[in-house]
């Protein structure tokens, strides 16, 4: 009998696993594919990877800017994956590190809860049944792939491509098209991009970024552009052979895995395929937490161990619960995008009375002198009534970094004036923040 069953190993899983067994749990981890999930082998590490490197060649390419001249640089894509493989073997065997010292077992296969009795919840792992008290469900995400007319025939071929099997091209495609303007289809759009290929993005949607602030997805899309990517906005596609191109990235999104994992069984109530939950991470069923992005309510490998780790606390007594106001997000492109809480379209949306504020990053001294040419700005939205710091997007070198600080703010509920007492180094891309608060 386990304390807590805990299926699913990604981001969320694997946390509150930890979590919970350094508070005196027994705990079951129940994974059927590869600890680290979705983030760690297909997701975040990978293409953060791929991207750092794409990041160095943009410097070398440029680097006369700055009066630096490596007279022609190159980039080997083929030893760029297989440092990609090495830093997730790394990372993956790390978390098996991590849950074998903390006491958790780890078992593979695919769980399928059965049912709940008298003792708890009886869950088959690969054909082997274990019982616990309690059960977080923490089985992730899929590819969303939509019926577009020989999007399937184009999968089996190898010409289309998932973001998990983009990441293993060892040739660089000629031509790229990218299906979704999101994260992912942009990060891959940039990486691809700056390594050679002819880039077309395509997205029935009007403007890139999904979520994001929409003057920072032009400036953004204007930097693409600049780069040589090509964008086809308001596009719906009709079939895949419309497509000239030599691969084709489909990226449309992400749904919740929750199909085969039994939870009829145990009646837990489920919303277009997510498992419901509350800020608190209870299900409709007693003993039943689920966290990440199993509940789709935000798709994020950060936002997944805030949530398995609010489910373990309320499993150990303690009161706790998610902010999802205040959690940051980020496009790791070159230049950086990163945002928190409300945006200018939210806030017009919500008839909220509150204020925008914008701030090019050329009041740093730091950004002008490494970033020839720049155009980051910095968005802070501010509420009318208590000047509290209740949004901040920015566009620009070190967003990524910085962007915790702002989803701080938010989170303490911050006025601009406490922002003001606050002492930032010099010169760094950030000030940029507390000088603009003297300006709300």
């Not at 990041?55 to 630096?68: F, L, M, P, R």
Request: a neutral charge; aromatic letters at 6%; glycine letters at 12%.
């Amino acid at each position: 009998m386990y304390d807590l069953i805990v299926i699913g190993g990604g981001p969320a899983g694997y946390n509150a696993a930890e979590r919970a067994a350094h508070n005196g749990l027994k705990v079951l981890l129940a994974e059927k594919k590869a600890l680290g999930g979705v983030c760690l082998n297909e997701g975040c590490i990978p293409t953060k990877t791929l991207l750092h490197s794409a990041k160095i060649y943009d410097y070398a390419k440029h680097s006369e800017q700055y009066g630096v001249n490596f007279g022609g640089a190159k980039i080997d894509h083929g030893f760029v994956v297989d440092r990609k493989d090495k830093v997730v073997k790394t990372l993956v065997s790390g978390v098996a590190a991590k849950l074998k010292k903390a006491g958790v077992e780890a078992v593979t296969g695919a769980a399928v809860i059965q049912n709940k009795d008298f003792s708890g919840f009886n869950v088959d792992v690969a054909g082997k049944v274990y019982s616990g008290k309690h059960l977080l469900i923490c089985a992730g995400s899929e590819a969303l792939i939509l019926p577009i007319p020989g999007l399937k025939e184009g999968l089996e071929s190898g010409r289309c491509l998932t973001s998990r099997e983009i990441l293993d091209l060892k040739e660089v495609p000629k031509t790229l098209a990218v299906i979704g303007g999101g994260v992912v289809g942009l990060e891959m759009a940039s990486y691809f991009n700056s390594i050679g290929s002819k880039v077309t993005v395509i997205d029935i949607a009007e403007k890139i970024g999904g979520y994001i602030d929409g003057d920072i997805a032009d400036i953004l899309l204007k930097n693409y552009v600049k780069a040589g990517i090509e964008f086809k906005l308001g596009t719906k596609i009709t079939g895949i052979d419309e497509i000239k191109a030599d691969k084709i990235l489909v990226s449309t999104g992400r749904r919740p895995s929750t199909a085969n994992l039994g939870l009829e069984n145990i009646n837990v109530l489920t919303e277009r395929g997510a498992v419901v939950t509350d800020e608190r991470g209870r299900t409709s069923a007693a003993n039943v937490y689920a966290a990440g992005d199993v509940n789709g309510k935000s798709m994020l490998a950060h936002t997944a161990y805030r949530e398995g780790e609010v489910c373990v606390n309320n499993i150990l007594g303690k009161k706790d619960r998610v902010n999802y106001n205040s959690i940051p997000a980020v496009i790791y492109t070159n230049p950086e995008v990163a945002g928190v809480g409300e945006t200018t379209e939210s806030v017009k949306q919500k008839g909220l009375r509150a204020s925008v504020h914008t701030f090019t990053l050329k009041y740093s001294g730091r950004y002008v002198a490494e970033t020839e040419g720049g155009d980051g700005i910095v968005k802070i939205i501010a509420d009318d009534n208590t000047k509290n710091i209740i949004g901040l997007h920015m566009i620009g070198s070190y967003a990524s970094e910085i962007i915790y600080g702002a989803a701080m703010m938010i989170d303490m509920k911050m006025r601009a004036e406490d922002v003001r007492r606050i002492v930032f180094p010099h010169p760094t891309v950030c000030e940029v923040i507390r000088e603009g608060c003297f300006n709300i």
